[in-house]
C-alpha cells in the first residue's frame, strides 16, 4: 500500500496508570489479536480513500456536527483515515477517546465529553477544537 509522507507527530502527555483505570482502558480480551487484525489489512497510513471521506461527510451532515472521523486504534496511536473539521492526522491511543470506544460492544455516545470523567485530562480537548458530543462504534470484522 502507498504511504503518506511524513506527518508531524503531537506531542501529547501519555496518561499514568490510574488514569488509565479511570478511563476505562484495561485492555479488553481481545486487544492483543486486535492490532494484529488492523495490520492484517494494510489500511494504516494508507492514502484517503473517497469511500471514507463520504461516511465521515455524511455522519457530520446527518448528526449536524463540524467534526466526523473514521479513524484506527493501532498499539499504540490512533490514525485518522478519513477526517472532517479536523487537521490532525493521528493522536497516541492513551489520548483517544476512541480507545474507549474499541472496548464497548455498541456505540459510546458521551454527551459532553468535557465533563465525563473517564476522558478528561486528554489533549483532545486542544486539538483543532474541544470535542463536546461524542460518538463512536468499534468496527468489526469477522473474527472480531
Same mark, same amino acid.
Given at each position: 500500500?502507498p504511504k503518506l509522507g511524513t506527518t508531524?507527530?503531537?506531542?501529547?502527555?501519555?496518561?499514568?496508570?490510574?488514569?488509565?483505570?479511570?478511563?476505562?482502558?484495561?485492555?479488553?480480551?481481545h486487544e492483543d489479536a486486535r492490532p494484529?487484525?488492523?495490520?492484517?489489512?494494510?489500511?494504516?497510513? !494508507? @492514502?484517503?480513500?473517497?469511500?471514507?471521506?463520504? #461516511?465521515?461527510?455524511?455522519?457530520? +451532515?446527518? &448528526?449536524?456536527? *463540524?467534526? %466526523?472521523?473514521?479513524?484506527?486504534?493501532?498499539?499504540?496511536?490512533?490514525?485518522?483515515?478519513?477526517?472532517?473539521?479536523?487537521?490532525?492526522?493521528? !493522536? @497516541?491511543?492513551?489520548?483517544?477517546?476512541?480507545? #474507549?470506544?474499541?472496548?464497548?460492544? +455498541?456505540? &459510546?455516545?458521551? *454527551?459532553? %465529553?468535557?465533563?465525563?470523567?473517564?476522558?478528561?485530562?486528554?489533549?483532545?480537548?486542544?486539538?483543532?477544537?474541544?470535542?463536546?458530543?461524542?460518538?463512536?462504534?468499534?468496527?468489526?470484522?469477522?473474527?472480531?
Amino acid at each position: 500500500m502507498p504511504k503518506l509522507g511524513t506527518t508531524p507527530r503531537l506531542k501529547l502527555r501519555p496518561l499514568q496508570a490510574e488514569e488509565n483505570r479511570r478511563a476505562g482502558l484495561s485492555p479488553p480480551a481481545h486487544e492483543d489479536a486486535r492490532p494484529a487484525e488492523l495490520h492484517r489489512f494494510g489500511i494504516l497510513d !494508507t @492514502l484517503p480513500a473517497p469511500q471514507f471521506d463520504r #461516511i465521515v461527510a455524511l455522519a457530520a +451532515r446527518y &448528526l449536524d456536527m *463540524p467534526m %466526523a472521523a473514521v479513524t484506527f486504534v493501532d498499539q499504540d496511536r490512533q490514525w485518522f483515515k478519513a477526517r472532517l473539521g479536523l487537521t490532525v492526522t493521528e !493522536t @497516541l491511543k492513551s489520548e483517544s477517546i476512541c480507545a #474507549i470506544a474499541i472496548q464497548q460492544d +455498541r456505540v &459510546l455516545v458521551i *454527551p459532553d %465529553a468535557r465533563k465525563d470523567p473517564r476522558v478528561n485530562g486528554m489533549n483532545c480537548f486542544s486539538v483543532d477544537q474541544a470535542v463536546g458530543f461524542y460518538a463512536g462504534a468499534p468496527l468489526r470484522t469477522a473474527s472480531s
